[in-house]
Nanobody, 115 residues
Framework: QVQLVESGGGLVEAGGSLRLSCAAS????????MGWFRQAPGKQRELVAR???????NYADSVKGRFTISRDNAKNTAYLQMNSLKPGDTGVYYC?????????WGQGTQVTVSS
């Protein structure tokens, strides 16, 4: 079992920055990929970024050049640095951990970007 606790959401003006954190506990050795999905009101959930254990990193086209995902293995924590935020980035951000046999989800954190 893996438990994920995420934090760092909030309200910012367009052009501002936030950093999300996702701390894993439990059987952390079973984790392969960590990353974030987001869901905006009335929109389908989309993959924002993911960091695979082998070092490969992927970003959604809409956030490339603005968001950076990183991973601190000693703390079993992933981070999503979000810069140059836009109103279109507004939504609930859910971190996830892809295990060898399934997926664990964080509780979600609200990100709101004002105009």
């Amino acid at each position: 079992q893996v438990q994920l606790v995420e934090s760092g959401g909030g309200l910012v003006e367009a052009g501002g920055s936030l950093r999300l954190s996702c701390a894993a506990s439990g059987r952390v050795a079973s984790i392969n990929t960590m990353g974030w999905f987001r869901q905006a009101p009335g929109k389908q959930r989309e993959l924002v970024a993911r960091h695979i254990r082998d070092g490969n990193i992927n970003y959604a086209d809409s956030v490339k050049g603005r968001f950076t995902i990183s991973r601190d293995n000693a703390k079993n924590t992933a981070y999503l640095q979000m810069n140059s935020l836009k109103p279109g980035d507004t939504g609930v951000y859910y971190c996830y951990a892809n295990l060898y046999t399934g997926i664990s989800w964080g509780q979600g954190t609200q990100v709101t970007v004002s105009s």
